[in-house]
């Protein structure tokens, strides 16, 4: 059982009973990972703030027009969409925090949905993608700002630094691609170059905008099982504002809505989260609903792919 908000995201049923989910894309509040002997940004309230700013998209899901994709969310299909609540944490018993978000994702993957995660500091990605054992082999794309391959910092191998070393370790992860990379001296050279001898594809935000996503979507593998880790300092701070250390430079929204969409195009889309939003920063909302406005575009890509179609 996970714990009920008042509002499911964007107003879709909340379902909290795992054992009995059928649904097809699943919500999960994962508020708790492994955190670090020193302050962290208050990013443990973002899953609550983004259901609650997530309400000006329910019209999307009864049918409006949507110009981002020039129709309908849902194209006519039956998708069934839920929203299963918050991982609970306990401060007394941070392994058990996380082994309960891995077993909540492993139940949702059970029943086939698909699991859309809301941290959380990017601590979140590493029991989230340990769930994917048995749905192995996957591709993990991850957008930040940051190169998260440090293997400890006060000696916590899974803390907010960590995640794609960890998930680089992860047998059933086939490749990582690491997009939208950043900043001055955010990353020590042996990260760097353990990162690329992890066989990881490393494009900076500048290349990005330099090549365009077409470009970066033709080095992705093809045909791959694909889960996105999305922290929102790799997004341009214009369009997303709730981080703890804003910089310039990052995916704008076009490059990102590029990328989701190309993603659903080239092969299957299994899993997302989204980790280090501050609501205390965000502001006049507008992280809140690009979030919204992301999703909502990744959906609809997924629906015309054919991925949640029955036979």
Known sequence: MTIPPQSGFMGVPVVTDLETLEADIAFLGVPYGIPYAMDEPATHDAP???REKSSR????LLGGYNFDFAGELLAGRQVRIVDCGDVPGDPTDLRATVNRATEAVGKILSCGAVPIVF???DAVPIPVVRAYEPHGPIVVVQVDQHLDFKDEVNGVREGYSSPMRR???MAWVQRIIQIGQGGVGSALTSDYEAAIAAGNIVIPDWEVHEIGMAAVLKRIPDGADYFITIDYD???????PAVSHPEPG???????VALLRGLADKGRV???DWVEFVPEHDLYALGAHTTGRLIL???NAMVRAGQFDRT
Do not use: V
């Open 48 to 50: 609550r703030y983004l």
């Open 57 to 60: 998209f329910r019209r999307s």
């Open 119 to 121: 941290g959380g500091t």
């Open 167 to 169: 998930i680089s370790e």
């Open 234 to 240: 790799g997004l341009d701070p214009s369009i997303a």
């Open 250 to 256: 990052g995916l704008t929204f076009a490059e990102a």
């Open 270 to 272: 299994i899993g997302m």
């Open 297 to 299: 575009n990744l959906i």
